[in-house]
C-alpha cells in the first residue's frame, strides 16, 4: 500500500516554484508507456499518496476539509475546489503528444522558451534537471523521462550518490529532483 516510487521536485529552487513548470514537468512523464514497457503493466497510476486505504483523496472535499481550507483558498490552485485531482492518463500516443503540447506551452507561459533546440528563460538561464539517487536502477525510469524531457529542450542528468552523500543531500536540500524509492506497506 501507498507510492512505491514518486518523482519530486526542489520547490526550495525557483524555477520549481512556479505551478506552470511543475505542471509541465508532470505532463512530459508518460507513465502508461512506463508501466507496459517497464513493467508490463504491474504499476498502478496513485492518484493520491495513500491509495487503496481510508486515506484516499478521493473526489472534492469534504465541508470539514473545505472549512480546513478556506483561510489558504487564495494561495491554493482553484481547481482542487472545481475538480477531483487525477494525473493524465494517455490511452494513445496522440494523448501524449497533446500532453507534450501542453506542456511547451505551459514553459513558454511561465517564461521559459526554446532556443537553438535548449529551453532557457530570459535571462539566458539554461533548464536544466539533475536527479540525485541512491541507486543505479532508477536510470531504467529517468532515461525514458529524459527523453521526454529533451523534446522540451529540457537537459535530464543522473547524479548517484552513496547512502550517507544521498542523506546528507537530501537532508540539506542540495539537490534538484529526487526519484523516491519508497517501501510503505
Do not use: C
Request: proline share 5%; aromatic share 10%.
Amino acid at each position: 500500500v501507498g507510492v512505491r516510487q514518486s518523482i519530486a521536485f526542489n520547490n526550495r529552487l525557483p524555477r520549481f516554484q512556479d505551478r506552470r513548470v511543475r505542471r509541465a514537468l508532470t505532463l512530459a512523464m508518460d507513465f502508461e508507456w512506463q508501466n507496459r514497457t517497464l513493467h508490463y503493466g504491474y504499476h498502478k497510476r496513485a492518484h493520491s499518496y495513500w491509495p487503496d486505504t481510508i486515506l484516499t483523496a478521493t473526489g472534492m472535499p469534504s465541508e470539514d476539509e473545505l472549512t480546513l481550507l478556506a483561510p489558504y483558498r487564495d494561495q491554493l490552485p482553484p481547481e482542487l475546489f472545481e475538480r477531483p485531482f487525477r494525473f493524465s492518463e494517455n490511452k494513445s500516443p496522440e494523448d501524449h503528444r497533446e500532453n507534450m503540447v501542453q506542456a511547451r506551452q505551459l514553459l513558454a507561459d511561465a517564461g521559459w522558451e526554446i532556443e537553438d533546440g535548449v529551453l532557457q528563460n530570459s535571462s539566458g538561464e539554461v533548464f536544466a534537471i539533475e536527479f540525485l539517487t541512491a541507486t543505479s536502477e532508477n536510470a531504467r525510469i529517468l532515461l525514458p523521462y529524459f527523453q521526454m524531457l529533451d523534446q522540451l529542450g529540457i537537459r535530464g542528468t543522473i547524479r548517484l550518490a552513496d547512502a550517507s552523500q544521498y542523506s546528507n543531500r537530501l537532508r540539506e536540500f542540495h539537490f534538484e529532483a529526487l526519484l523516491r524509492n519508497q517501501d510503505i506497506l
